[in-house]
């Protein structure tokens, strides 16, 4: 998944669903991504850190 840079679950410090689409607030900036793609992402970090 691409979304222009990395962004670690441990920043991201809240996540709101707006429309279709979710807001991801970090230290940073404010992202917006479709909600199927942040869906994917923490399904996929989630999986990664069970298998630690």
Known sequence: MELGRIIYPEYIEAAVGVG??????????IITIPRRIFQTYITDWLEAVVEI
């Open 20 to 29: 279709d689409d979710i807001a991801i607030l970090t230290p940073d900036a």
